[in-house]
């Protein structure tokens, strides 16, 4: 008797090399293989596709239709897969992308049903979008606090919101998805963290609360806890939350409307506002880091961070100088150490633009904290990664060791002083004073030594952490930094011959004799002549000293002679000569 054989059974010969899509019979196992590579029957892959997670939401409904049912008595209660509660629906599945499918569809509805007023050339862009806010976004997003915002999810409510705002904008889809004329998915997150401050400094046995923190700190992506500060714990978590102005803070800088904007940059007059507003005596803390080549094309080249640290004059104590009414403190640079080994390490596995940055405000910190008063202390920086990180406001996927020490040493600082720590953004190469002494400092940092910094301990190296680095004490910069390059036209005329248009990469050497270099001890005898050095505008700063480190019982005379002016440089003719007068 033969075997029974269902219709949808497939019934193969072993003899037979038959392609199971086209049909077609080949002579051989190989000649099957090369006919399956091109063949045009193959059905494509169907992987990520709609249809998919559609097809696999109707057999878990069918399913779970078959499942056992209740009994209540003599009546018996059918399973539901899907269904409505409080105007939002639930599926068997857990997947909220049905409930976010029907809400969409509402929204959209409603969008179309007011086309007259996006199309009435009477009313306001302004009144447009806050018509837009109430009337469609409200039932867009309702019961988002229980949504899981994944990339996927955000990606679909842009595209939602592009879709409008083009309409009532007059703008691209493009355009109003890279740069939102209301950026709806900022606005979901910020709340969303709003909400859950408020769930932490709940009663601890409220069910609310025991719900949402039964994980612990196992959070998935796209969870309500996605954009919470970094914590080890439920309990620190609910520690910083218990801060309202500062999670307050965190919420509005999250929806971009911030004292200190994540968007886009402050311009010159915003940030002098900003330090104009800040108290009396308030002490800046100019920081910034790079590296060169930041790994573009697999090059990663020297990596360094700076620091310029000044006092803020107050009127009485107005003193006229080359930084403002500023008074200069100290002046903070070094590489970015990946060695574990080093003693300054500070939690940095690679040398970057952003570990250059982290280093460069974790110094700051430090110096504030061996400073000890209690005046207001900002950091004025020009990298909001860095910033973000330092205040725990985004989560690093990367640099985690650099970041915690970062938050660590903020915490402590916001903690002992009294004035508190603030943070000023400063547009990077802007011409700002402060912002180009860090990143002249940078360049430093990327130099050979010597440094000025501060270990993990809080002890330091280098001789301008209680003092400013004056024009006579300023160390060799080996290569001009990018505000340097970007201010002035470099003409220089050297001994050996001329440079024109220095290219931003390209190596000087102020000092063509390394013995001449103002941190180098200079023999007990020895004549030096320098026949024409040529520096740009900030040239004073550049001028080789503390001879007093170079040994000699007694030291001869200086002479310095300016000349040859022109509109982006001037020369200098120095002439130093040192004798050796020994008793």
């Known amino acids: 008797m033969s075997a029974a054989y269902a219709l949808t059974d497939t019934i193969e010969d072993p003899s037979e090399f038959r392609c199971v899509d086209c049909c077609q019979f080949c002579k051989s196992a190989a000649g099957l293989g090369r006919h399956r590579s091109c063949c045009k029957s193959i059905p494509g892959s169907r992987d990520g596709q709609k249809t998919v997670s559609q097809v696999l939401h109707l057999r878990r409904k069918d399913v779970w239709s078959r499942l056992d049912t209740t009994e209540m008595g003599n009546v018996s209660l059918p399973n539901c897969y899907r269904f409505p509660y409080l105007g939002i629906l639930f599926c068997g599945d857990g997947d909220t992308e049905h409930n ?7 929204a959209s509805a409603r969008f179309y049903a007011l086309s007259e007023v996006w199309d009435d050339p009477s009313l306001s862009q302004h009144t447009k979008l806050s018509l837009y806010r109430s009337l469609v976004v409200s039932v867009l997003i309702y019961g988002y606090e229980a949504w899981v915002l994944n ?22 889809i493009r355009e109003e998805a890279r740069d939102p004329t209301y950026n709806l998915c900022l606005f979901l997150r910020s709340q969303r963290l709003r909400f859950l401050g ?12 025991k719900v949402i923190v039964s994980r612990g700190c196992e959070h998935h992506p796209g969870d309500l806890f996605m954009d919470a500060p970094v914590h080890d714990s439920i309990e620190e978590l609910a520690t910083i939350a218990s801060d309202r102005t500062q999670w307050r803070l965190h919420v509005e800088e999250l929806a971009g409307n911030g004292k200190f904007q994540m968007q886009k940059a402050n311009t010159a007059a915003e940030t002098a506002a900003e330090i104009e507003a800040l108290p009396p005596d308030t002490i800046l803390a100019y920081t910034d880091g790079g590296c060169d080549g930041n790994g573009a094309g697999g090059v990663w080249g020297a ?9 803020k004059m107050t009127s009485r104590s107005l003193l006229h100088t080359r930084s403002g009414n500023l008074l200069p403190l100290a002046d903070l640079w070094g ?11 500070c939690g940095c596995s690679v040398a970057s633009n952003n570990t250059g940055e982290l280093t460069g405000m974790l110094n700051a910190l430090l110096w504030a904290r061996r400073q000890g008063g209690d005046e207001a202390f900002a950091i004025c920086y020009d990298s909001v990664y860095a910033k973000n990180v330092t205040t725990g406001f985004w989560k ?28 000023v953004h400063v547009k990077g190469h802007s011409g700002d004073v402060g912002n180009d002494k860090a990143d002249d400092r940078v360049q430093w940092g990327k130099a050979e030594g010597p440094y000025c910094r501060f270990r993990a301990d809080g002890t330091w190296e280098g001789s301008f952490v209680d003092t400013a680095v004056s024009p006579s004490t300023v160390p060799v910069c080996y290569t001009p930094s990018p505000s340097l390059r970007l201010s002035a036209n470099f003409s220089h005329n050297l001994s050996s011959g001329s440079i024109t248009g220095l290219q931003p990469k390209a190596r000087r050497n102020l000092f063509p004799a390394p013995s001449l270099s103002p941190i180098s001890p200079i023999p007990q005898s020895t004549t030096i002549s320098i026949s024409t050095i040529a520096t740009p505008e900030l040239s004073q700063s ?7 480190q170079s040994g000699c019982n007694s030291l001869g005379t200086t002479c310095v002679s300016t000349r040859n002016y022109s509109h982006n440089t001037r020369s200098r003719s120095l002439y130093l000569s040192t004798t050796n007068n020994k008793e």
């Open 335 to 345: 590489p970015v150490p990946t060695d574990e080994t080093d003693d300054f390490f």
């Open 396 to 423: 690093p996927r990367k640099n985690k060791g650099i970041a915690k020490m970062c938050a660590d040493a903020l915490k402590a600082e916001c903690e002992r002083r009294d004035g508190g720590v603030h943070f």
């Open 542 to 548: 550049l001028v080789p000293s503390q001879l007093e």
């Open 198 to 209: 408020h769930v932490l400094r709940l009663d601890p046995d409220s069910m609310l609360r």
């Open 303 to 311: 990596a360094g961070w700076g620091a310029w640290i000044a006092q």
């Open 151 to 172: 990339e996927a999810h955000l990606r679909s409510v842009n595209g939602f919101n592009s879709r409008c705002l083009a309409r009532i904008t007059n703008r691209e």
């Open 100 to 106: 976010w499918e029907v809400r969409r569809a509402r």
